[in-house]
């Protein structure tokens, strides 16, 4: 019995003609951060899709506890934002229980468990004072930090995160990034974080994936974030600079369709 | 005047019936304002015209043909799943399309005009008996089948990535609440008219939620705006001889605009967007230095 938790083999994902990955392998041990970065349109959303189940892989397989994902294991899921309408008529609160029990039938109250444990979630978020809130009404961040709450309520066996910091201002950035990172080392439930910035979430990241356009690196952030490796990646040259413990990466080719603002083209990891 | 007509069976019957239509209506409602499928709805509606003109030209009885039509349009707006501008674009042609049928029917048919225009603008106090017993049953199924899927319903309807990945199967929900949809507005026709379904679907739903960010509670005051107007534009219909739509569309409406009003002059505690800067989207990246 190996302690892996998340296990990728072989896996091939090609959309018509286009092939995003081929052959990738990797396993998350208990605890484990794994980053995944890498420009727009090189499947990382697709990746988490594949290990929620909800999108098959061209060839090669994933497990989760040695299941196939989606049957037995809780999985905790952080997508892209979606700013929800103003006139979504639900509570924070009521948003989070989602996460219990929103995808059950028939009609239940909460057991006293059950809400307890909502309450302590929404205070570890630093939800608590907009509990009762309208969802809609909510800003960005806040919204943001509901559904790291609702993840974080099943239980989950693995969190996949999309991008959870997108619009999170500075502190609550670094709230969100303590709050996964405790979740990971106290109940050892490891933790796929797709990103775009890798810098704000350097401390407490074990290891990075990185996906080109075609081709995928994985190792520490010292290992795969080098100018070598991310130049044979984009077969371009290609320059990682650490500047104030900042790593920031020079040269890719520009990413199209990616709504980031970066002077010249370039791309902060 | 009133107290005669109180008394009389045919008043005791729309009451009921008004009562039956208006709490299907207010329930379902809360899901179609969630979804955004005002414009479904109506073109459900409308389809389900279509539906009862090919039926009284075939001779049948409207009602069969309404529940066809409604419930064929509702399943394959289901199971197309469309989302935004497709689904608004789609929904239109059809909706054009199938009103131009219902047209060349009407046309056809050598009938009482009165059979169309009561499908257009509603007979609630013309329900008999059987009709009563016929619109109970419809309400019974939809109701049951809103409490069976409440939860992956809310689900879905607000957060459908995190619901898919949760198990909640997409597709056959948004088929179930079209089909919930489309035997609704067959009811709704009986009593409001296919032009103004919406008045009691959409327009109840949408005062609650401006309301309360309660779900459960939000799905019992339209059930309740939508009884208010529904009885009270009966009741009023009763003292003036005018249509009874009329009086529903403008009690329902004028709940609506209640309903903006209390919200924006509520107290702003906790409900003002605080928008945090949208340029904490990203840390800054210093690739110029």
Not at chain 1, 248 to 264: C, I, K, Y
Not at chain 2, 130 to 139: D, E, M, W
Not at chain 2, 168 to 178: G, H, I
Request: overall charge neutral; charged content about 15%; glycine content about 10%.
């Amino acid at each position: 019995m190996t302690s892996e938790i998340v296990s990728v083999k072989d896996l091939t994902l090609r959309f018509g003609e286009r092939t995003l990955w081929q052959n990738m392998n990797f396993e998350l041990g208990a605890g484990e951060f794994l980053a995944v970065l890498g420009p727009n349109g090189t499947g990382k959303t697709s990746l988490l899709r594949i290990l929620l189940g909800i999108l098959a892989p061209t060839s090669g397989r994933v497990a989760v506890r040695g299941r196939p994902p989606r049957c037995c294991a809780a999985l905790g899921y952080i997508p892209q934002q979606r700013i929800f309408d103003r006139d979504t008529s639900l509570r924070a609160r009521d948003f989070v229980r989602l996460g219990v029990d929103g995808h059950r039938w028939g009609v239940s109250v909460l057991s006293r468990k059950q809400r307890e444990r909502i309450d302590g979630v929404l205070a570890e978020v630093g939800a608590s004072s907009f509990a009762d809130a309208a969802m809609g009404r909510l800003s960005g961040g806040e919204q943001q930090r509901l559904r790291v709450a609702q993840a974080l309520v099943s239980d989950p066996a693995v969190l996949l995160a999309d991008e959870p910091l997108l619009s999170l201002d500075l502190s609550y950035q670094r709230i969100i990034t303590e709050l996964l990172d405790s979740r990971r080392r106290r109940f050892g439930t490891p933790i796929l974080f797709v990103t775009h910035d890798i810098n704000p979430i350097l401390p407490v990241v074990d290891r990075v994936l990185y996906l080109a356009p075609g081709r995928w690196a994985i190792g520490t952030a010292d290992e795969v974030l080098t100018s070598e490796v991310l130049s044979s990646l984009y077969e371009t040259e290609v320059d990682v600079l650490r500047v104030r413990g900042r790593i920031v990466v020079v040269g890719t080719p520009e990413d199209h369709g990616s709504h980031h603002v970066h002077a010249h083209g370039d791309m902060s990891v | 005047m009133l107290t005669q007509l109180l008394a009389q069976h045919f008043v005791h019957t729309a009451f009921l019936a008004g009562a039956v239509v208006a709490v299907v209506c207010g329930a379902i409602g809360i899901f179609v304002v969630a979804r955004g499928a005002s414009f479904a709805v109506h073109a459900i509606s409308e389809l389900g015209f279509t539906g009862a003109a090919a039926a009284l030209v075939a001779g049948v009885d409207p009602v069969i043909g309404m529940m066809s039509g409604s419930l064929l349009v509702g399943v394959v707006l289901g199971l197309l799943s469309l989302r935004g501008r497709e689904r608004d674009s789609a929904i239109g042609a059809v909706l054009a399309f199938g009103l131009g049928i219902g047209v060349l029917l009407l046309s056809l048919y050598q009938g009482y005009a009165t059979e169309a225009t009561n499908l257009l603008f509603g007979s609630i106090v013309g329900v008999s008996d059987s009709q009563l017993r016929n619109l109970t049953i419809v309400a019974v199924i939809v109701l049951a089948g809103l409490a069976a899927a409440f939860r992956p319903l809310l689900f879905s309807s607000v957060d459908p990535e995190v619901a898919e990945s949760r198990g909640v199967p997409l597709r056959a929900l948004s088929v179930l609440t079209f089909v919930l949809i489309a035997l609704t507005t067959a009811e709704a026709i009986q009593v409001v008219g296919v032009l103004l379904v919406l008045t009691l679907v959409i327009t109840p739903a949408a005062a609650a939620q401006r309301l309360t960010g309660r779900p459960g509670v939000a799905l019992l005051l339209s059930i309740a705006i939508a009884l208010v107007s529904t009885e009270g534009g009966i009741l009023l219909s009763l003292e003036k001889p005018w249509p009874t739509s009329f009086f529903i569309a403008t009690i329902s409406f004028a709940a609506y605009l209640i309903a903006r009003v209390v919200d924006a002059t509520r107290p702003a505690v906790a409900r003002a967007p605080r928008r945090e800067p949208a340029e904490a989207i990203e840390t800054p990246t210093p690739v110029e230095l």
